[in-house]
């Protein structure tokens, strides 16, 4: 299996230099990964580095949960767009749902959908099974290409593997007919064999060199420095 193309890789550091953008995006365009998933203000530059590489820009919008107006969300995509981006991951709006505002939640994934290809984050860490499953049935309604886990500051970066195999398996039940994106610190192959398994289409991890390397049987290129670690 060519894993690259299932791999989202991931950079999310927040004062990253562009030197450390360039590298990563240039691992990024050699190993042919699906996407480089980056925060709004790296757009642009991701978008030039990666041109002709096939590799998809894909831009995080309102991290960690969705807090945001929905104004304010609007002009972040629309920003996005501007700068390049080929699709976003837009968080949902977390404490609304949360709080069973499902219509203003539904309302904005609908609006927002429609401007890019849009992977909506549910942070399922944030939300019990049956919300999981409330979530990802709404995403599937709302146009989304995909529903994913979790992004940064997530409490499913500290849950057991199996709990967020249940957590895939959740989603690929309620959303049949989207994609579905596993993340949080999945960092080796055995992880994203287990994802898979459980019924994710796309893998988000900054790991990506590493977890092909291993796929072919090599070592990785080098040891991962400490500011890749970020999902």
Known sequence: ???????????????????????????????????????????????????????KVTTLIDEPTGASSHLQRLAM???AREAGSDEIELVIKIDDFKN????????????LCRILPTKVIIGSGYLTDEEIKKASEMVRETGAICVKTATVDDPL?????????????????????????????????????????????????????????????REGVAKKETWRKIE
């Open 1 to 55: 299996m060519n894993y690259a193309k299932i791999i989202d890789q991931t950079f999310l550091k927040k004062e990253a230099s562009e030197e450390e953008i360039r590298q990563v995006a240039e691992e990024t365009g050699q190993y042919g990964f699906r996407a480089f998933c980056i925060l709004p203000v790296h757009t642009q530059l991701a978008k030039e580095l990666l041109k002709g590489t096939g590799v």
């Open 100 to 111: 069973k505002k499902y219509e203003a939640v539904a309302a904005d994934l609908k609006e």
């Open 157 to 217: 970066d500290n849950a057991e593997l199996q709990e967020k195999a249940k957590h895939i398996r959740i989603m690929r039940e309620a959303a049949k007919g989207i994609l579905v994106k596993a993340s949080g610190a999945i960092r080796n192959l055995d992880d994203v064999k287990v994802m898979l398994a459980s019924g994710a289409d796309i893998i988000g991890t900054s790991s990506g060199v590493e977890i092909v390397d291993e796929s072919k049987g």
């Open 77 to 79: 995509v629309e920003q």
